[in-house]
């Protein structure tokens, strides 16, 4: 009897296990296909003249291949750390205030929306991946003002990290 409950506790940790897994995998295909999604709509704006292909489309077009590319590496940790050591970085900082300014001025609305869309996809992404601690999220949140602050705050320093993002390139 001893080792039949033995076995069903490892079996039971076999599945779970398995199942982590592959709802992590269903994720990071979701999560590329719409990064891609997001990229390809930028890239057909700027063949229909919706967008001028300048500094800002060449900044997201290759921010959005960058992240697809480190997505799988992509977690909370990594993004803890770019946040910590990124927040007070002055050259992310001008280069984040130089990408608003440029993103609010006429002609690059759509550039603007879609890098929303980015921010959103990057954000819901990393929350999703670790599910399992929505409850040190919520304790986080709480002491840093609301969860959509870190959220977004998160997202902000992982478009514009060198690690996963192009921008100090295009400032």
């Not at 033995?6 to 398995?18: E, G, P, S």
């Not at 719409?34 to 063949?47: C, G, P, V």
């Not at 500094?55 to 960058?66: E, G, R, V």
């Not at 603007?112 to 304790?139: G, N, Q, W």
């Amino acid at each position: 009897m001893l080792y039949f409950l033995i076995a069903l506790v490892i079996l039971f940790a076999l599945c779970d296990k398995a199942s982590r897994y592959s709802r992590v995998e269903l994720l990071l295909l979701n999560s590329r296909f719409k990064l891609f999604k997001i990229r390809d709509e930028l890239r057909n704006s700027a063949m229909y003249g919706e967008v001028e292909p300048n500094k800002w489309f060449d900044y997201l077009d290759t921010s959005l291949t960058k992240t697809i590319d480190k997505l799988p590496k992509l977690t909370i940790w990594q993004a803890l750390i770019l946040f910590v050591h990124y927040k007070d970085d002055e050259q992310i900082e001008n280069a984040e205030k130089e990408l608003m300014k440029a993103l609010s001025e006429d002609g690059n609305e759509k550039i603007a929306e879609l890098y929303d869309k980015y921010l959103l996809a990057v954000a819901e992404f990393i929350f999703t991946r670790h599910r399992s601690m929505r409850f040190s999220f919520k304790i986080a949140a709480r002491v840093t003002g609301s969860l959509m602050s870190l959220k977004n705050e998160m997202a902000k320093i992982v478009s514009a990290a060198p690690e996963t993002s192009t921008l100090l390139k295009y400032c």
